[in-house]
């Protein structure tokens, strides 16, 4: 679905990253970790064509990327950015529906068929009994999952998230973790960043380091996610350890 190759990328002016190289295919998931100025927003927004590659090659369906309209994309690509805030009383439902905009003309009204995507997508994601309500007066979690249900609006084949679980508390982190499997069980791509290698373990088949702008390590996140790697990405000491069933999560060595 998505093929990376040797990307170069950063604002004008300035590069960011470098010689990132990865490939996502149909149901796949890929949690992208790394510490704050890394380059992950700004990774996922040059994957989106928001910003010029500095280098290299992105593909989308064996497409390059440069090649698409804007609407070519955003039917093919879904995206949840970092957090929103609701500056006005849209319902839910009418908030999930901008996302059938990529599949209407100029000027054109929503049909029948558009509220019903859009129903679906509330529906898949637990929140339909929100429908109604607007998305001034939701919580911050289920804002977030109005935003997933917006992207899946459009029907896309690959979902970016930009750290979707930020700023949840641990009941929403779970809910939206939980979306993230089963969509990719619908044979949805996922591209998704966090901030906690646990959610990598828990519902990634890979896990992509990026750290300064370039690729660290990139694997099955049992094998990448390591004391050694993390510390050399946060800069601080973390025990992997190994949980019955075959689980893994970190724990910080936290000195007083």
Known sequence: MLAVESLAFGFPGRTVGRDVSFTLGAGEVMCVLGPNGGGKTTLF???LGLLPLHGGRISLAEKPLESLSRPEIA???GYVPQGHSAYFAYTVR??????RTAHLGTFASPGKNDFVVADRAL??????????KPVTEISGGERQLALVARALAQEPKLLVLDEPT???????QVRVLQRISALAGSGISILFSSHDPDHAFLCAH???LLAEGRVLEIGAPRDVIR????????KV????LALPGGAHTCLPAVRA
Do not use: C, H, P, W
């Open 237 to 240: 000491s973390v025990q992997v």
């Open 75 to 77: 039917r093919r690509v």
């Open 227 to 234: 004391a050694d790697t993390l510390e050399r990405m946060y």
């Open 123 to 132: 529906e898949s994601l637990g929140i339909a009994e929100l429908a109604g």
């Open 206 to 208: 890979r896990a992509l």
């Open 166 to 172: 930020a700023s949840l508390d641990f009941g929403n």
């Open 94 to 99: 009418e908030f999930v529906l901008m996302g």
């Open 45 to 47: 927004r040059t994957l």
